[in-house]
């Protein structure tokens, strides 16, 4: 049986976007399809569609609580703002881990918005030094938390 780390850094290394992997691999948690969870994460990727903005691993882990906590159509706002505080929660330790919760300032200097910045940052292997720790940082604060 694959624990959540593996699905999520198999699914990393497999070529799916940090966010992806976050989210297939808690995806159970609420009955979301592999394909629908892999498709609605797939814009936050690389900080949000290279723009690295906020890390993709921690986006997903906040899909992922927003599936946990978030309020739907039948929920109060107290759903909103529980939701508000994990994801502030999430966002914090990630950064004191990490030292930023920004795509650009972990990735140091790494354009992913160019194909120079993406070539340099494939060569370099900053998807091992970089985007697996973070990938793995996120589900493992998710497993803590539910």
Not at 102 to 113: P, T
């Given at each position: 049986?694959?624990?959540?780390?593996?699905?999520?850094?198999?699914?990393?290394?497999?070529?799916?976007?940090?966010?992806?992997?976050?989210?297939?691999?808690f995806?159970d948690?609420a009955?979301?399809?592999?394909?629908?969870?892999l498709?609605?994460?797939?814009?936050?990727?690389?900080?949000m569609?290279?723009?690295?903005?906020?890390?993709?691993?921690?986006?997903?882990?906040?899909?992922?609580?927003?599936l946990?906590?978030?309020?739907?159509?039948?929920?109060?706002r107290?759903?909103?703002e529980?939701?508000?505080?994990r994801?502030?929660?999430?966002?914090d330790?990630?950064?004191?881990?990490?030292?930023?919760?920004?795509?650009r300032?972990l990735?140091?200097?790494?354009?992913l918005?160019?194909?120079?910045?993406?070539r340099?940052?494939?060569?370099?292997d900053?998807?091992?030094?970089?985007?697996?720790?973070?990938?793995q940082?996120?589900?493992?604060?998710?497993?803590?938390?539910?």
């Amino acid at each position: 049986m694959s624990t959540r780390m593996d699905v999520a850094t198999t699914r990393f290394l497999s070529g799916y976007n940090c966010a992806q992997a976050v989210l297939d691999a808690f995806r159970d948690e609420a009955g979301l399809d592999e394909e629908l969870a892999l498709k609605i994460a797939t814009g936050f990727g690389a900080g949000m569609g290279r723009k690295q903005e906020v890390c993709g691993a921690v986006t997903g882990g906040i899909l992922v609580l927003g599936l946990r906590h978030g309020r739907g159509s039948t929920g109060d706002r107290s759903a909103t703002e529980i939701t508000y505080m994990r994801t502030r929660e999430l966002m914090d330790r990630f950064a004191a881990r990490h030292g930023s919760c920004l795509c650009r300032q972990l990735l140091q200097g790494y354009d992913l918005s160019t194909e120079d910045g993406l070539r340099r940052a494939k060569a370099d292997d900053m998807l091992n030094k970089v985007c697996r720790p973070c990938v793995q940082t996120v589900v493992e604060m998710l497993e803590r938390v539910k």
